[in-house]
């Protein structure tokens, strides 16, 4: 049986991130996703952006691509439509995943690229300080919405399943094995899949919105939780303010390449190979 | 060797050279005066085995570029002045990471928007400073379909030999300009195939990078079976491993740029005509080249002394070949459609007291043989240095 | 021999399509070297255009035809713009119902009705082969076989219309 150290890179750690911080939580997860379904390590490729969450691939003992800020997703997109044996997973933050990088994840989730895009949603921009991201509330407090944040965040989950894609769901680093089963199934599903990680960034966030200590701010995380069979039942009122965890979105459809084979395949048997131009 | 007479248009015989060289896998945006490429790559690619995509723009198109080329394919991608503004980020990372990719400008007027179907030469600066922090970049220019054609080839190879981004620096002259060109199948020793591991190399003993010299190190693709790989924007080392302390940011900074520098003799590649004789030499690159072989052969014909250089390596600079014309002629007349950028370069060689001169046009056409003729005419009466 | 040929009139006549067959009829079936320099705008249908084609049995250096040999006027603006290029020896090709010659104009004028032409030959676009045929026979920049061989193999991914361009090229030549 294959174990999660065995895709790690122990001697890389201590991590980088703060005490408290649910990055390292994720981390580990994804190690042991890759466990549980037993993955040979040359056949498993990353793609990390720019972030704190995009050192991710610091840690792990697979093939790596780093990236600049935002463009995990397409630089994903190229690796799984050239190699389409590879498992393809991509680690994002919300600023990367969601903010400049909010264009390519719509249009990934639409073309329905074979990849499992984890994004880690701390609400804010980590890495640079906490300035207010994409996905941050209105009426946050960050370092650049000092007086409160005046717009609205997006759901990512939301946004992922109207763009089309066949697999979304998300959790909080309070449940690890849920977030290793969830990337499990995403990397089980071919085509685009997307976990969202509601995450904590103590630090930052959660310092300059008084939500405590990393204990506190994870309980406080876990008490806004509802999974989401018993969010069917439940008014949007009363949803106002909750995270739906667990499968938002599972409806497997046919992925690019797939498709885009079947005309490799159609034109590979046709006479005549070179169209004139 | 199978070669197929053709009568087609550059851009066309772009996508040819590029399939021919091995690329398997296109990325991009539509933009004129580029389209063609995008288009008539859409419809051969699937036809042998290779993939096209359309991406939602050229910042996305440049990292799927670099994502496919790290999994093994040969990648490219077309496009004009405005979508290579916003391809820079990732050439950055392509720099940076060493990862083989083709990008092909077909330049147009600007800067913005322009006269979006005109042709110009604008982005020869562009192509070389266009990605932030020190870097040095290989571009090559066509000036004919035929070229089109063959250096295209070239850039393929020359980004695989040297792990990186390669212009093809092009123009809407000569990517619309339909003429005669052979098109034909490679022998296996003129492609330029990606460098493995040497088979001693065993998985545990493997580095992604190396820094001790002026090559790069081999690079197997994601998805082998013996190597694990990591490339990566950051500053790194020899593992790929994210390393920014001075030592490491100074040698590969200079790394970077040494290895194209200090091979430019290998990658700089120049045509010449009657340099031997010549009193006068026109210096040229990309579709100005036809406007001053059309200037040559008038004033040959009426027995001046006139010979040309063109350079179909615009970045390096053939530092050689031109300080050798600088050094034999009296008057050089520099022809491009923008207001002096190879112009300058050419100045910087300039030890010989040569009287360099500028023919430009920058009103969306060609430039004329007869304006070339004017500023050589002048020169020769009472032009500066 | 180098001959400057510019093929004008306005988007949607088939000028570049003309160009290509000569260019291919020239480099394929000839062997000599041939150019083509298309105007390109955003606007493709109803506004002046022009094919700048070149036939020479030397590699050719400057593309753009500034000065033609011969020249096809498909519309009033496109004769109107080049008639101050015309020489004694220009020839003059004009569809006499879309074009009015100056009296005053320079070089050798041949103009027959060719969209209307087409028209009765059941396809207004075949227009500019016939003018083709017309341009080939008086000038005879190119052989009768090599532009048959050149207009099928343009129109090969459409076999349905080789037929009439191939019947357009001949009227053409039939021509006095």
Known sequence: ?277 | MRGEKRFIEGNIAIVEGAIAAGARFYAGYPISPSSEIAEYSARLLPRVGGLYIQMEDEISSMAALLGASVAGKKAYTATSGPGVSLMQENLGLGIMSEIPAVIIDVQRSGPSTGAATKPAQGDLMQARWGAHGDHSIIALSPASVQECFDLTVCAFNLAEKYRTPVYLLADETIGHLRETVTIRELEPDEIVSRKQPAEDVGPEDFRPYRYDGIMPEAMPPFGSDRYLSRTTGSTHDEKGEFRPVPENIHRVTHYLTDKIEKNAEDICMTKGWYLDDAETAFITWGCATRSALGAMEQLRARGEKVGMLQLQTVWPMPEKEIRSVLSSVKTVVVPELNLGQAAGEIRKFNDYGCKVVQANRVDGILISPEQIIRVWKEAEQHGEL | MKMQIVLSGVGGQGLVSTGEMIGEAASIHENVYATLAASYGSETRGTFTKSEVIVSDEPISYPNVDEPDIILCLAQVAYDRYIDTFHDKTMVFYDTELVRPSESARGVHVGYPFKQMGIEMGNAAVANTIALGVIAKRTNILKRSSLEASVSEYFAAKPKVIGINLQALNAGFSLD
């Open chain 1, 1 to 277: 049986m294959a174990n999660y150290k065995d895709y790690m890179l122990f001697e890389k750690l201590p991590h980088t991130w703060c005490a408290g911080c649910g990055h390292g939580i994720i981390l580990q997860a994804i190690a042991d996703a890759f466990a549980m379904q037993g993955l040979d390590k040359h056949d498993i490729a990353l793609v990390s952006g720019i972030g704190c969450f995009g050192r991710v691939d610091d840690y792990l003992d697979i093939n790596c691509m780093h990236v600049t800020h935002g463009r995990a997703l397409p630089a994903a997109t190229g690796i799984a439509l050239a190699n389409p044996e590879l498992h393809v997973l991509v680690t994002m933050g919300d600023g990367d995943g969601a903010t400049i990088g909010g264009n390519h994840l719509i249009h990934c989730a639409r073309r329905n690229i074979n990849l499992t895009a984890v994004i880690a949603n701390n609400y804010n921009y980590g890495q640079t300080g906490g300035q207010y991201s994409g996905t941050t509330p209105a009426g946050s407090i960050t370092a650049t919405s000092p007086y409160g944040h005046v717009e609205p965040g997006f759901d990512i989950c939301k946004l992922a399943e109207a763009a089309g894609a066949p697999f979304v769901a998300r959790t909080t680093p309070y449940n690890p094995m849920q977030i290793r089963n969830l990337i499990k199934r995403g990397m089980q599903t071919r085509g685009f899949a997307l976990i969202e990680v509601m995450d904590t960034c103590p630090t930052h966030y959660g310092r300059l919105n008084k939500f405590g200590d990393a204990g506190p701010m994870l309980e406080k995380l876990n008490n806004m939780t509802v999974p989401v069979e018993k969010a069917s039942s439940m008014s949007g009122e009363e949803l106002e303010g909750r995270i739906v965890t667990g499968v938002l979105t599972d409806r497997p459809r046919e992925d690019y390449y797939t498709r885009y084979k079947r005309i490799i395949d159609r034109l590979s048997t046709e006479k005549g190979s070179v169209p004139s131009a």
